[in-house]
């Protein structure tokens, strides 16, 4: 398994919210989650990025909607977790198990 | 129902740079989604919040896409950058006999005196700045879809250039202050021939796309 297999922190955090999201998953929800979520301010062009380089490593896909006036007349882009994806968010998931087993002073501290 | 008419229009000039930064549907989506929470910040704290928040995402969107243009694409901006470095080189060295070619050719300086001293002057600064403009025009067409990235890098390596030789350099601090204004319009000119590219091609994608079949 090489390192390429684990999520950076940010591909993480974006992947939940899709995950957290479902079918509503478009830029503003994503990033609005993340914001509500984690209490970090978040730029859409972040979002965007993340989401380009996950779509180009096979984590998550996307397709446009129809266009809507609230929008000016422009289409959301959706997105989805593929399998690939979902075995990376997992696969994460565990290791950050892992290796906070037995450390109690995370759990204090929060 | 919310239009742009109720709640007033995103800044023109920061969605203007968000666009060149992205291409197509992608381009839409993303600005789609900074109308909507324009629309809905306008809706609840008022148009001038909306509009602070609108260039604070703004800059932050462009300088992320330029960063994950930068590290999608290193080798091959590199080279385009250094491909624009040498074209640079050649055309820069341009205007000036042209220009004196012409000025000779029709005995300017004997009929027109006035003429001759603002071609021989400013006539050749401005020379400089079309020329750095088709260069930015060339450099952006070999770097398809990363235009404004590609040209702002080569922008900003001519900029440490001659920021460097003049920091090197005890002689010439002077001159190069007192011709800093043609410079800066020199390495501005190759943005905008980099962003003229990039609008001509995605005017060019939008007119096939609304085709009708």
């Known amino acids: 398994m090489s390192n390429r297999d684990y999520l950076g922190e940010f591909e993480h955090i974006i992947l939940l919210a899709l995950l957290r999201l479902q079918d509503r998953a478009y830029g503003v929800n994503v990033r609005q989650e993340i914001e509500s979520c984690t209490h970090r301010e978040v730029s859409v062009g972040a979002v965007y990025a993340t989401l380009d380089r996950l779509e180009k490593k096979g984590y998550v896909k996307s397709w446009f909607g129809e266009p809507t006036p609230e929008r000016g007349g422009r289409s959301k882009r959706f997105f989805t977790v593929t399998a690939k994806g979902m075995t990376a968010v997992n696969r994460t998931q565990h290791a950050l198990q892992t290796m906070t087993e037995g450390l109690d002073f995370i759990r204090s501290s929060s | ?213």
């Open chain 2, 1 to 213: 129902m919310i239009s742009d008419k109720d709640f007033g229009r995103p800044p023109f000039i920061a969605t203007w740079l968000v666009s060149r930064f992205v291409t197509g549907k992608e381009a839409e989506s993303l600005v789609g989604d900074l109308f909507e929470e324009f629309s809905s910040i306008a809706s609840t704290s008022g148009i001038a919040s909306a509009q602070r928040w609108y260039w604070r995402q703004a800059g932050k969107t462009v300088a992320h896409l330029a960063a994950g243009t930068l590290r999608s694409a290193p080798f091959f901006i590199a080279a385009t950058v250094i491909g624009g470095l040498l074209l640079n080189r050649v055309v820069s060295g341009l205007p000036e006999p042209a220009i004196f070619a012409v000025l000779h050719r029709y005995r300017i300086f004997d009929r027109h005196f006035s003429a001759y001293v603002f071609l021989a002057t400013d006539g050749i600064a401005i020379g400089h700045v079309v020329a750095s403009m088709l260069v930015g025009c060339v450099v952006a067409l070999a770097a398809k879809g990363k235009e404004l990235v590609t040209t702002t890098t080569l922008s900003l390596v001519l900029c440490a250039m001659a920021g460097a030789v003049v920091f090197l350099s005890s002689e010439g601090q002077g001159l190069f202050l007192w011709m800093l204004p043609w410079y800066l319009a020199d390495w501005v000119a190759i943005v905008v021939g980099g962003a003229f590219v990039h609008m001509c091609r995605s005017a060019s994608r939008d007119s096939r796309f609304s085709r009708p079949v």
